[in-house]
């Protein structure tokens, strides 16, 4: 059954208008559900970091602030990836709709919500004296694309390793756990010694972070850091797309 | 009945042993020689099934659990892939899905209704047009803007129907899903079916309601050890089936 590419607009619309209304309507709180989780580990990160270690850094909760939500974002989604195909176990064994919307819908959801705390984030700039500017125009489009791209990639790939191995999304978790204290999240890449330095360049997630941060506190984008995001995000959509071909014709017989 | 809307010609579909995958990981690691030999080993569900289904015909398929009749719905709604063989399918297929598929519970009918009628293959403003039409049928104006949740078995089950038989699908499977609902509603969805034959909309329908297939269907196919074993008029299929089931 082939339709025109409208059809595919309304299906990834009503797809992930799905999920974002779910997520308003279950509890009053709604937007404020998405926004109180990241600020929450921000006050306990602040507390452990700042007050207790001690980290000697000025301006602490907004370089938390960013650095949590825009994890958060990578984080929900590929949480939500990894069991979206088994939620839709009925619909994939009877509808031949394209698959690779189902991830998409996750992902995009979790942006939705990412976007929706953009003001949260520049109000708590604004407390600490950090103004908006200029590149933030550009610097935000460039960032949610390339993070898209990684996210999405590695969501379609999880999504479908999911529907065989079906232990993976333990897995997920516990990879999500460890790469959120690799990434420079709650303190910052300078700190990291230099013998480890160089391999820091390996996570994917790294010069991500480290641009937001950029952007946010210091109105700069980092050129090498912003490729070097959108080649993991290329790779990442390459090998997640390739997967996801492959293992897709099978869905149906094994969900 | 002269164009041909659907034809198979020896199809053959066999899955690996997937329980040794699905698993987990962990399972597959631990166990990974009886993991692998599992997985090598092939179920033969369906073989050489070869048969044309003319347009307006009404297919009943019976056979014993696990004879391979979903999976036949499967191949043809295009789900499923074959080993070998040809599947030609013309036209706009709609599957009657199970209770609840392709729902919501949070979202309210109304929402539930385009979520579900894109999903089945409409585009949006399909569904906006057809609406009005939708909630008239299922009988259930009142609700039809509280959420899902509050509304029972049997009317989500008249919900899902209601989309269904508004999709202008030229070919119909349906999956063993006729028995909900109330018995006025379920006169009304035989009625509805009954006339989207009459427009010259195929169905296919797997079934155990024997009396149902032999009233309903004019062709009746059986399948039995993954093979067809007997297809023709639903009087003689169904009552060769009935006394071999009474014997066994």
Known sequence: M???????????WVLTVKEIKVKYKSSVLGYLWSVLHPLSLSLVFYFAVKLVLRIPMENFVPFLVVGLFSWQWFSNSLSSCAVCLLGNASL????????????????????????????????????????????????IPLLLLAQFSFTYGLGLMVSAINVFFRDLERFVNIG??????????????????????????????????????????EGALDFFLLVLSFLWGLGSLCLGLYLFQRFSQRFAEVV | ?????IRLREVTKSYPGYSYITSGLKNF???FRRA?????????????????????????????NGAGKSTLLGLIAGVIKPDRGQIEVRGRIAPLL???????????????????????????????????QIIEFSELREFIDQPLRTFSSGMIARLGFSVVMHLEADILLVDEVLAVGDSSFQKKCWQKLCELRKKGVTILFVSHALDQIEKFCNCVIWIDNHRIRAMGKPSEVVSIYRGESEWK
């Open chain 1, 2 to 12: 082939v339709r025109g590419w409208r059809y595919y607009i309304d299906l990834l």
């Open chain 1, 92 to 139: 994939i064994k009877k509808v031949p709709f394209p698959r690779y919307l189902i991830p998409m819908s996750a992902v995009l959801n979790d942006l939705f919500h990412f976007l929706m705390s953009l003001p949260v984030i520049g109000f708590i700039l604004l407390l600490f004296k950090i103004y908006p500017s200029l590149p933030w125009a550009y610097g």
């Open chain 1, 176 to 217: 999500l756990n460890i790469l959120f204290y690799l990434t420079p999240i709650i303190y910052p890449s300078r700190l990291i010694p230099e013998k480890i330095y160089p391999y820091i360049f390996l996570n994917p997630l790294f010069p991500l972070i480290e641009n937001w941060r950029r952007l946010f506190l």
């Open chain 2, 1 to 5: 009945m002269s164009e041909v809307v």
């Open chain 2, 29 to 31: 690691v631990f166990n």
């Open chain 2, 36 to 64: 692998l030999s599992g997985i090598r080993k092939r179920f033969i569900v369906l073989q050489d099934i070869s048969f044309e289904v003319y347009r307006g015909e009404t297919v009943g398929v019976i056979g014993r």
């Open chain 2, 98 to 132: 199970e209770l609840g598929a392709g729902f919501h519970p949070e979202l309210t009918g109304r929402e539930n209704i385009i979520l579900n009628g894109v999903l089945l293959g409409m585009t949006r403003r399909e569904v906006m047009n057809k609406l009005e």
